[in-house]
């Protein structure tokens, strides 16, 4: 029978006659009040809260009807309490609230808000008034905000979308998905960060629409005069980030959400991974394998074979009879081991985890009460309810045997959550959400987040002072703070190359710099050039690992054969090599908001044309990658930055600020190292604890104008760095026709044990005469054929001066 809702809805109904809110506009503002650094305005029913969060980052709330929902954000955990500057005032046709840096205009006319800078530029503006639309079913609001969008105004961010870097055009969706084998285009992914840049007529701010909801973002798609961005609940809040580069908008984007913290080093060395290795013998041939082959690498991965029954936390006593010794003896061939967890765990009686959860009322419930059941891995399972923070101490407990076996990292996976056939959970699931409570709808985007939270947190407790690895394909805004992430199930073809490659960029100007995808790409099978190809992107990826799935080939550096090993090799070692240069990036993300990688538009902002490049970005500030994205190719153009940079294989000098045409035989890629940098280089080592460094390579480039370099050095493995046991250096370099300097100092309380530089000076466009270090002439220089002249001093230089 087919009820007509209409009237079903109207039956016996004492208030026969009121319909939903079907689109509510702001009205006119006719009132502004202020409390603290707090501003309301209302149009008599609904009202608007601006709040001055810093000079540059002003946050907008709308209530309905007056009546705002509780403060409480899982992305933001802390709004910044330094104290700002701040005033109101009022003209005959807006309200103004001002910052150093920012104005907030609330139009008396029909409520439109925008954001001007200190200079009277409009950055920002409604294009309709914020609105709202009833949603019975559900009891609260669809929201929506529209903004204007600018002829030539270009977006990016959004996380891990896997469409064009510039998303102008486009309409996306926020719900995390589990989406195996996603294509181009395919939206949505994995994880849901919504917060996005925008940059017209060389300004720039970011927009972090903080709603957990499902999320809807359109940049000029539907019409190109407007931007929009709503969602199928809760609060219509958002901040407005000012920049005016693109740099000031994402590291003003990490205040509010905070950075990854400093990974163990071991963590950016190389990781093989595979649905799986098992039994225990061939992890043990897998890990021989790369010593035989002197290939380096410092994790491998335990995927769900591992456990009894995909059980989480248990061991299958047939494939794993002695997990501790083989983690230990894998510890001694440098190997650090990182396993899987998943989120569903299988109901079972006579399972411990099963048992307790179920006790303690841990797992998720449908609005009936009903548990949450659902198929996954193994068979019927109940989830834990990571939103209430007693599930998520329970859960960061239960790695405890884990860690006592030794294991180093944890692979949080399958939290979407996903569940097999529905996808995930139904709308009606309830959630604890920290006290604040919420049906699945609230909750979906968070669940993967707080899971890798529960674990991160529980790791670090038991690994005391070491810190702990994670993994999750989930994530919403700020779960940077508890993992590194990868981009989920790719596919071994040239176009998921390429995919990722964006990706990764957009992933790092969202917040997550530590980011990497499936080397090689997870289903299918790639051809030797694509794996190398791959694992040459990936050389350049914050975090690198190899995966596929378990219907593939065997799928390590060494399966192809020559050429490929050596060139493999070659590169994996150039990652070991240049790991200092990428922990001191590290550093800089986690303790400035940097992001890691860096693309084209961050570093130019000003020109139109370099919204649209997305091949090229640099990693770090310094080195400038390309990777090959298409199979035979022996050349490929590649835009440089203004400036002057060195081919890093030819060390031919190179202006930028235009294309240039590069050759890219498959055992190289386009690397360029920018004039006068002081990249920091670490001797190739198997795994990065298997020798202590001796001394440490500084490759210099000469430049005939200053710049700075910094490397940054700890323990690599320990807290320390928060009680400021680390160190900072900084280098300056700069030449002339007839001199080259360069200068060192350095802050912190951190000693290295090694004593000295092998310094190597590339680039210099004279035959030197003298070398003064210090004040000593050096005698002890090597000259090489191509012009570079190597010599070693101490770590604790001032001043090199190298003259004519
Ligand atoms: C999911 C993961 C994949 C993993 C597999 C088995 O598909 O994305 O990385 O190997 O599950 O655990």
Same mark, same amino acid.
């Given at each position: 029978?087919?009820?007509?809702?209409?009237?079903?809805?109207?039956?016996?109904?004492?208030?026969?006659?009121? !319909?939903?809110?079907?689109?509510?506009?702001?009205?006119?503002?006719?009132?502004?009040?202020?409390?603290?650094?707090?501003?309301?305005?209302?149009?008599?029913?609904?009202?608007?809260?601006?709040?001055?969060?810093?000079?540059?980052?002003?946050?907008?709330?709308?209530?309905?009807?007056?009546?705002?929902?509780? =403060?409480?954000?899982?992305?933001?955990?802390?709004?910044?309490?330094?104290?700002?500057?701040?005033?109101?005032?009022?003209?005959?046709?807006?309200?103004?609230?001002?910052?150093?840096?920012?104005? %907030?205009?609330?139009?008396?006319?029909?409520?439109?808000?925008?954001?001007?800078?200190?200079?009277?530029?409009?950055?920002?503006?409604?294009?309709?008034?914020?609105?709202?639309?009833? /949603?019975?079913?559900?009891?609260?609001?669809?929201?929506?905000?529209?903004?204007?969008?600018?002829?030539?105004?270009?977006?990016?961010?959004?996380?891990?979308?896997?469409?064009?870097? /510039?998303?102008?055009? !486009?309409?996306?969706?926020?719900?995390?998905?589990?989406?195996?084998?996603?294509?181009?285009?395919?939206?949505?992914?994995?994880?849901?960060?919504?917060?996005?840049?925008?940059?017209?007529?060389?300004?720039?701010?970011?927009?972090?629409?903080?709603?957990?909801?499902?999320?809807?973002?359109?940049?000029?798609?539907?019409?190109?005069?407007?931007?929009?961005?709503?969602?199928?609940?809760?609060?219509?809040?958002?901040?407005?980030?000012?920049?005016?580069?693109?740099?000031?908008?994402?590291?003003?984007?990490?205040?509010?959400?905070?950075?990854?913290?400093?990974?163990?080093?071991?963590?950016?060395?190389?990781?093989?991974?595979?649905?799986?290795?098992?039994?225990?013998?061939?992890?043990?041939?897998?890990?021989? #394998?790369?010593?035989?082959?002197?290939?380096?690498?410092? #994790?491998?991965?335990?995927?769900?074979?591992?456990?009894?029954?995909?059980? %989480?936390?248990?061991?299958?006593?047939?494939?794993?009879?002695?997990?501790?010794?083989?983690?230990?003896?894998?510890?001694?061939?440098?190997?650090?081991?990182?396993?899987?967890?998943?989120?569903?765990?299988?109901?079972?009686?006579?399972?411990?985890?099963?048992?307790?959860?179920?006790?303690?009322?841990?797992?998720?419930?449908?609005?009936?009460?009903?548990?949450?059941?659902?198929?996954?891995?193994?068979?019927? %399972?109940?989830?834990?309810?990571?939103?209430?923070?007693?599930?998520?101490?329970?859960?960061?407990?239960?790695?405890?045997?884990?860690?006592?076996?030794?294991?180093?990292?944890?692979?949080?996976?399958?939290?979407?959550?996903?569940?097999?056939?529905?996808?995930?959970?139904?709308?009606?699931?309830?959630?604890?959400?920290?006290?604040?409570?919420?049906?699945?709808? +609230?909750?979906?985007?968070?669940?993967?987040?707080?899971?890798?939270?529960?674990?991160?947190?529980?790791?670090?407790?038991?690994?005391?002072?070491?810190?702990?690895?994670?993994?999750?394909?989930?994530?919403?805004?700020?779960?940077?703070?508890?993992?590194?992430?990868?981009?989920?199930?790719?596919?071994?073809?040239?176009?998921?190359?390429?995919?990722?490659?964006?990706?990764?960029?957009?992933?790092?100007?969202?917040?997550?710099?530590? %980011?990497?995808?499936?080397?090689?790409?997870?289903?299918?099978?790639?051809?030797?050039?694509?794996?190398?190809?791959?694992?040459?992107?990936?050389?350049?990826?914050?975090?690198?690992?190899?995966?596929?799935?378990?219907?593939?080939?065997?799928?390590?550096?060494?399966?192809?054969?020559?050429?490929?090993?050596?060139?493999?090799?070659?590169?994996? =070692?150039?990652?070991?090599?240049?790991?200092?240069?990428?922990?001191?990036?590290?550093?800089?993300?986690?303790?400035?908001?940097?992001?890691?990688?860096?693309?084209?538009?961050?570093?130019?902002?000003?020109?139109?044309?370099?919204?649209?490049?997305?091949?090229?970005?640099?990693?770090?500030? +310094?080195?400038?990658?390309?990777?090959?994205?298409?199979?035979?190719?022996?050349?490929?153009?590649?835009?440089?930055?203004?400036?002057?940079?060195?081919?890093?294989?030819?060390?031919?000098?190179?202006?930028?600020?235009?294309?240039?045409?590069?050759?890219?035989?498959?055992?190289?890629?386009?690397?360029?190292?920018?004039?006068?940098?002081?990249?920091?280089?670490?001797?190739?080592?198997?795994?990065?604890?298997?020798?202590?460094?001796?001394?440490?390579?500084?490759?210099?480039?000469?430049?005939?104008?200053?710049?700075?370099?910094?490397?940054?050095?700890?323990?690599?493995?320990?807290?320390?760095?928060?009680?400021?046991?680390?160190? =900072? !250096?900084?280098?300056?370099?700069?030449?002339?026709?007839?001199?080259?300097?360069?200068?060192?100092?350095?802050?912190?309380?951190?000693?290295?044990?090694?004593?000295?530089?092998?310094?190597?000076?590339? #680039?210099?466009?004279?035959?030197?005469?003298?070398?003064?270090?210090? #004040?000593?002439?050096?005698?002890?220089?090597?000259?090489?054929?191509?012009?570079?002249?190597?010599? !070693?001093?101490?770590?604790?230089?001032?001043?090199? =001066?190298?003259?004519?």
């Amino acid at each position: 029978m087919i009820v007509d809702d209409e009237e079903f809805h109207h039956l016996n109904n004492p208030a026969d006659g009121i !319909k939903p809110i079907v689109k509510k506009y702001l009205g006119v503002p006719n009132h502004a009040e202020q409390k603290g650094n707090k501003f309301f305005f209302t149009d008599g029913d609904a009202s608007v809260e601006v709040t001055i969060v810093t000079k540059e980052i002003i946050r907008i709330r709308l209530a309905p009807h007056s009546v705002f929902l509780d =403060e409480f954000s899982y992305a933001v955990s802390e709004l910044p309490t330094k104290a700002v500057a701040f005033n109101l005032s009022e003209t005959d046709l807006e309200f103004k609230v001002s910052t150093e840096a920012v104005n %907030c205009h609330i139009r008396k006319q029909d409520f439109f808000i925008s954001f001007s800078d200190n200079n009277g530029v409009i950055t920002s503006s409604d294009a309709t008034p914020m609105h709202w639309e009833e /949603n019975v079913k559900f009891g609260g609001y669809y929201v929506f905000c529209t903004k204007t969008c600018a002829p030539e105004e270009s977006f990016f961010g959004l996380g891990d979308k896997a469409t064009e870097f /510039n998303l102008r055009g !486009k309409r996306l969706k926020n719900w995390n998905t589990d989406a195996y084998s996603y294509g181009w285009n395919q939206d949505p992914l994995y994880r849901s960060i919504p917060f996005y840049i925008s940059v017209n007529e060389g300004i720039a701010h970011g927009i972090f629409f903080d709603n957990t909801f499902k999320a809807h973002f359109d940049f000029g798609g539907e019409d190109q005069t407007k931007t929009s961005f709503w969602a199928d609940g809760g609060e219509l809040q958002y901040y407005y980030i000012h920049g005016p580069h693109m740099m000031d908008v994402v590291k003003n984007y990490h205040i509010l959400t905070g950075t990854h913290p400093m990974p163990p080093l071991w963590a950016l060395g190389y990781h093989q991974c595979r649905w799986s290795y098992y039994p225990e013998n061939k992890v043990r041939v897998i890990a021989n #394998g790369f010593r035989q082959n002197k290939i380096p690498c410092d #994790g491998i991965y335990l995927d769900i074979d591992y456990m009894d029954g995909y059980r %989480c936390f248990t061991w299958n006593p047939k494939y794993f009879p002695n997990p501790r010794k083989m983690i230990e003896d894998l510890a001694a061939n440098g190997f650090k081991t990182v396993v899987i967890i998943d989120p569903g765990i299988r109901v079972d009686d006579n399972y411990s985890v099963f048992k307790e959860g179920k006790e303690k009322r841990y797992f998720c419930r449908r609005s009936d009460d009903y548990f949450m059941e659902g198929h996954v891995w193994p068979g019927r %399972c109940q989830f834990p309810d990571f939103t209430n923070p007693e599930v998520r101490t329970w859960w960061g407990g239960l790695f405890d045997e884990l860690v006592d076996l030794g294991v180093a990292g944890v692979w949080n996976d399958m939290n979407e959550p996903a569940v097999f056939g529905s996808g995930t959970f139904p709308d009606d699931v309830r959630h604890q959400y920290d006290g604040f409570r919420g049906s699945h709808r +609230k909750a979906h985007n968070v669940y993967g987040m707080q899971m890798v939270r529960a674990t991160y947190e529980g790791l670090r407790k038991q690994m005391k002072n070491k810190r702990p690895f994670t993994i999750t394909r989930a994530g919403y805004a700020g779960v940077q703070r508890y993992s590194s992430v990868w981009t989920g199930d790719n596919v071994a073809s040239w176009e998921h190359l390429k995919i990722g490659n964006v990706q990764l960029q957009r992933l790092s100007v969202s917040g997550i710099s530590f %980011c990497g995808t499936d080397i090689g790409g997870f289903s299918g099978e790639p051809d030797g050039e694509l794996f190398t190809r791959w694992i040459q992107m990936g050389t350049f990826s914050p975090f690198m690992r190899a995966h596929s799935a378990g219907d593939t080939k065997e799928r390590e550096p060494w399966s192809f054969g020559e050429p490929f090993t050596t060139i493999n090799r070659k590169f994996i =070692e150039l990652r070991y090599r240049l790991l200092p240069y990428l922990y001191s990036a590290f550093w800089e993300h986690h303790r400035y908001g940097f992001p890691i990688l860096r693309p084209i538009v961050m570093h130019e902002q000003e020109t139109v044309a370099n919204h649209f490049r997305q091949d090229e970005f640099t990693y770090g500030d +310094k080195i400038l990658i390309c990777p090959v994205l298409e199979p035979g190719k022996t050349s490929r153009m590649v835009y440089l930055p203004k400036g002057k940079w060195y081919h890093f294989w030819s060390l031919e000098m190179v202006e930028g600020g235009q294309e240039v045409h590069v050759a890219t035989p498959l055992d190289t890629m386009p690397i360029f190292v920018k004039a006068g940098s002081v990249i920091p280089e670490y001797p190739v080592m198997q795994y990065t604890s298997e020798k202590p460094i001796e001394e440490v390579k500084l490759n210099i480039y000469y430049s005939d104008y200053e710049v700075n370099s910094f490397l940054f050095e700890d323990y690599g493995e320990t807290f320390a760095y928060e009680q400021d046991i680390y160190l =900072e !250096k900084k280098f300056i370099v700069n030449g002339t026709a007839k001199t080259m300097s360069i200068k060192q100092s350095m802050e912190g309380l951190y000693t290295p044990r090694y004593e000295g530089y092998h310094i190597k000076i590339n #680039g210099l466009p004279f035959k030197p005469s003298k070398i003064i270090a210090d #004040g000593k002439e050096i005698k002890e220089v090597s000259v090489n054929p191509d012009k570079t002249y190597e010599f !070693k001093f101490s770590k604790n230089f001032k001043q090199i =001066e190298i003259l004519k």
